[in-house]
T-cell receptor, first 111, second 114 residues
Framework: QKEVEQNSGPLSVPEGAIASLNCTYS??????FFWYRQYSGKSPELIMS????GDKEDGRFTAQLNKASQYVSLLIRDSQPSDSATYLC???????????FGQGTELSVKP | EPEVTQTPSHQVTQMGQEVILRCVPI?????FYWYRQILGQKVEFLVS????????KSEIFDDQFSVERPDGSNFTLKIRSTKLEDSAMYFC????????????FGAGTRLSVL
């Protein structure tokens, strides 16, 4: 079982739609959860962090965490072509600890 | 806005040569990391560094790899004898103690081993 699993995609949505990205993790001791965006050939850029169960909203982005189900999601509302990228789910177990990344989900937003 | 700086952006080397990848973390950060990403694959953890010592390393980080913080600003990754399979993007990241321990990544160094 992979430590952090994501659908690789590609996920294609029309401009203005909601994109829904999902992630599951295997380590129940995971404490912190992150969504990074990575454009082709570039480095990971933090989009959202979430630490407790429930929803966390920041502009067009909403992260959802369910520790009982070991599930993290990212919703992108009003998707724009500039949102087209690979979205990486990452978790860590302890403060200062390593990030464990999923394979990433490629998102394509069509004008 | 503070950022993690990595040099060089692209390093080409011959197999068996030594390379040093350099990073300047964000100035008030205390945790430092190296990750790598082979083309088309996921980002993989190599090593973490805190309080002037390695705090954790992965199986990838074997005796060919070393890290150093030679002064108050630089953080380096050395590969002693490069192999073809070391070709990858290498990312440096740093994090504060507070603020959710978010790791900020540099732009990366593309290492090409010929």
């Amino acid at each position: 079982q992979k430590e952090v699993e994501q659908n690789s995609g590609p996920l294609s949505v029309p401009e203005g739609a909601i994109a829904s990205l999902n992630c599951t993790y295997s380590d129940r001791g995971s404490q912190s959860f992150f969504w990074y965006r990575q454009y082709s050939g570039k480095s990971p850029e933090l989009i959202m962090s979430i630490y407790s169960n429930g929803d966390k909203e920041d502009g067009r982005f909403t992260a959802q965490l369910n520790k009982a189900s070991q599930y993290v999601s990212l919703l992108i509302r009003d998707s724009q072509p500039s949102d087209s990228a690979t979205y990486l789910c990452a978790v860590n177990r302890v403060q200062g600890g390593k990030l464990i990344f999923g394979q990433g989900t490629e998102l394509s937003v069509k004008p | 806005e503070p950022e993690v700086t990595q040099t060089p952006s692209h390093q080409v080397t011959q197999m068996g040569q030594e390379v040093i990848l350099r990073c300047v973390p964000i100035s008030n950060h205390l945790y430092f990391y190296w990750y790598r990403q082979i083309l088309g694959q996921k980002v993989e953890f190599l090593v973490s560094f805190y309080n002037n010592e390695i705090s954790e390393k992965s199986e990838i980080f074997d005796d060919q790899f070393s890290v150093e913080r030679p002064d108050g600003s630089n953080f380096t990754l050395k590969i002693r004898s490069t192999k073809l399979e070391d070709s990858a993007m290498y990312f440096c990241a740093s994090a504060q103690r507070e603020g959710g321990n978010i790791q900020y990544f540099g732009a990366g160094t593309r290492l090409s081993v010929l």
